[in-house]
T-cell receptor, first 113, second 113 residues
Framework: NAGVTQTPKFQVLKTGQSMTLQCAQDMNHNSMYWYRQDPGMGLRLIYYSASEGTTDKGEVPNGYNVSRLNKREFSLRLESAAPSQTSVYFCASSEWRGEEKLFFGSGTQLSVL | AQSVTQLDSQVPVFEEAPVELRCNYS??????LFWYVQYPNQGLQLLLKYLSGSTLVKGINGFEAEFNKSQTSFHLRKPSVHISDTAEYFCAVTPTGFQKLVFGTGTRLLVSP
């Protein structure tokens, strides 16, 4: 039972570099999410995808893009990384409606120098 | 918009003592409420949720929470904590029928012998 798988687990970038964080779930969930976690700020929603083919902005979308490649996969792209994007990124998925619990991946620790 | 306030950033407690982690929310519409736990270097896991019905909700690992609509609170309690309960706890809210979960800033529970 893999659940939600995120890659990579760790990444160091230089300012201005780009990268894509990958996320895949094997639970046939409709909804997928990207959060960032920063000390003292909890988790903040970057983007989410309520269903395959749709994506919407969350609280902090600036500097990021997403792609819902298919029902299983939801990627997060940093086009030009900035030090302010140093954070721990979590992907999550859920069945459909808000009352269902979120299943989280184990996170990607990203440092932008 | 919805918001969540967790009043305590850190709660130290001795093993076998009771604990209460406080959560207050703000919303102009009906909401679902959740508590998630994050153990070191892991993603978040659902502890319990309130959707409707009984205001006292029981979750995993002996935790429970009480929904108080008049106080707009959803405090988490455990009558006797263990060392293994040391973790960060997040309260979260979402409007009913939507998929955007908003998290509080988290409370770090530190259990010592």
């Amino acid at each position: 039972n893999a659940g939600v798988t995120q890659t990579p687990k760790f990444q160091v970038l230089k300012t201005g570099q780009s990268m894509t964080l990958q996320c895949a779930q094997d639970m046939n969930h409709n909804s997928m999410y990207w959060y960032r976690q920063d000390p003292g700020m909890g988790l903040r929603l970057i983007y989410y995808s309520a269903s395959e083919g749709t994506t919407d902005k969350g609280e902090v979308p600036n500097g990021y893009n997403v792609s819902r490649l298919n029902k299983r996969e939801f990627s997060l792209r940093l086009e030009s990384a900035a030090p302010s994007q140093t954070s721990v990124y979590f992907c999550a998925s859920s069945e459909w409606r808000g009352e269902e619990k979120l299943f989280f991946g184990s996170g990607t620790q990203l440092s932008v120098l | 918009a919805q918001s969540v306030t967790q009043l305590d950033s850190q709660v130290p407690v001795f093993e076998e003592a009771p604990v209460e982690l406080r959560c207050n929310y703000s919303s102009s519409v009906s909401v679902y409420l959740f508590w998630y736990v994050q153990y070191p270097n892991q993603g978040l896991q659902l502890l319990l949720k309130y959707l409707s019905g009984s205001t006292l909700v029981k979750g995993i690992n002996g935790f429970e929470a009480e929904f108080n609509k008049s106080q707009t609170s959803f405090h988490l309690r455990k009558p006797s904590v263990h060392i293994s309960d040391t973790a960060e706890y997040f309260c979260a809210v979402t409007p009913t029928g939507f998929q955007k979960l908003v998290f509080g800033t988290g409370t770090r529970l530190l259990v010592s012998p």
